[in-house]
């Protein structure tokens, strides 16, 4: 399984990204996320979005950044609005294991490579 993201960049405080995730199997039973690491950080959940597209939301994102995924494209997207400096990370596309959902980075089975995210 392979997870490609795409999207990343710099922006400025206020502005918007939409970053998106090419998956290489349908997943369509599969529980996604996405995660973002500070460097000497731990990886934390940003958003997970399960089979039925019920979505969470880190505190800290809520009403600024919304998940969806379109299972027919094999693609998990992540819009971000109103980026704030504090946001920046490299962002990682995520699937995790069957029977998993909504949990932390210790249930993932699988990780894209990550995409940077600079908000100045």
């Known amino acids: 399984v392979q997870l490609v993201e795409s999207g990343g960049g710099s922006v400025q405080r206020g502005g918007s990204l939409r970053l998106s995730c090419t998956i290489s199997?349908?997943?369509?039973?599969?529980?996604m996320a996405w995660f973002r690491q500070i460097p000497g950080q731990k990886r934390e959940a940003v958003a997970t979005?399960?089979?039925?597209?019920?979505?969470t939301y880190r505190d800290s994102v809520k009403g600024r950044f919304a998940i969806s995924r379109d299972n027919a494209k094999k693609t998990l997207y992540l819009q971000m609005n109103s980026l704030r400096p504090e946001d920046t990370a490299v962002y990682y596309c995520?699937?995790?294991?069957?029977?998993?959902?909504?949990?932390?980075?210790?249930?993932?089975?699988?990780w894209g490579q990550g995409t940077q995210v600079t908000v100045s």
């Open positions: 995520a699937k995790f294991w069957l029977g998993y959902c909504h949990t932390s980075s210790a249930h993932v089975g699988n």
């Open positions: 199997v349908y997943t369509y039973s599969s529980c």
């Open positions: 979005i399960d089979t039925d597209e019920m979505a």
